[in-house]
């Protein structure tokens, strides 16, 4: 264990799992105030088959006294804040279970989550990861994703490309393909889900539950979302990466330049308009490079 990372074992603990079917991963980062809400989700699932691993990515609130309510949870603490990906990365590394889930603690499920992905995984031997449906609250009020969000099952490589489709909150996926396609990118401060889809989708189909079983709540201020201007820098680097890898097919080849190339040239004028020319040449670098 790296010396960074703190393994702290919570009083009355009974935390270990020798062989759960599924390992939840939580990463989480002074969201006391909502953290409660997302584990009473987990525990009060209807298949208790797994094990719960909330990673600590170094806050300073009252996460520690929380997490005293929940002995059997694993809780790892990160001495320095590092991001959602080295957080996602280290409940990686200790998750015992076959099927992988993750929960964001600003998150909910509903209490059915585990047993109708588990299952469906179970009957379809081939398959690698699927996803839910979702209910969206944003600012205390339900509201209807655009049609934008719309999730698909299948080969859904283009439907990533433009944004992110897949929430965290709503995967299971067998440990396994961690292997082949590797963790989450800790140097993406933000857009690490995205990076990751696109690596999967790349490769393997996703299959969707049109059942909406997990309950993402939005709004507040600490979202990724809102903590970084322009998402599409992180974004032309996971589509970089794609292009520099030379492993797509020439179908998924022609679509992710044509978006990246789309990309870049709305961060030129996004940089042209502010005035940085540094920022600006970079860009345009890059479009005459992939070009």
């Known amino acids: 264990m790296e010396e960074s990372i703190k393994n702290s074992t919570l009083p009355n603990s009974s935390c270990v799992v020798d062989s759960p079917k599924v390992s939840v991963i939580v990463p989480t980062y ?83 989550k585990i047993q109708i992905q ?42 990533c490309l433009g944004l992110c489709i897949v929430s965290p909150s709503s995967v299971m996926i067998r440990a396994k393909l961690f292997d082949e396609i590797g963790n989450f990118d800790e140097s993406l401060p933000a857009c690490e889900d995205y990076d990751l889809w696109l690596r999967i989708a790349s490769k393997y189909a996703f299959h969707l539950i049109e059942e909406p079983l997990i309950i993402k709540y939005g709004g ?23 292009l520099d890898q030379n492993s797509l097919d020439k179908e998924k080849l022609k679509l992710t330049r044509s978006v990246f190339l789309e990309k870049c040239s709305i961060l030129i004028k996004g940089f ?12 345009r670098e890059l479009v005459n490079k992939y070009s």
């Open 118 to 159: 588990s299952l469906w995984l179970e009957n379809n031997k081939d398959s690698q990861i699927c996803y839910t449906d979702e209910i969206w609250v944003r600012n205390g009020v339900r509201v209807n994703p655009m049609n934008r969000h719309r999730k698909y099952s299948g080969d859904i490589f283009r439907h």
């Open 30 to 112: 002074n969201r006391a105030d909502r953290l409660e809400r997302a584990l009473n989700s987990i525990v009060s699932q209807t298949c208790q088959d797994f094990e719960l691993i909330v990673v600590d990515d170094g806050s300073t609130d009252k996460t520690y006294q929380l997490m005293k309510s929940f002995p059997k949870a694993q809780y790892f603490y990160i001495k320095k804040n590092s991001g959602v990906s080295k957080a996602r990365n280290v409940g990686l590394a200790f998750a015992k279970g076959e099927l992988i889930c993750f929960l964001d603690s600003d998150d909910l499920w509903k209490e059915k």
């Open 220 to 242: 507040h201020s600490d979202q990724l979302s809102r903590k970084y201007w322009g998402m599409d820098r992180f974004r032309v680097v996971a589509l970089k990466k794609l």
């Open 272 to 283: 042209e308009k502010r005035g940085k020319k540094e920022e600006e040449s970079f860009y």
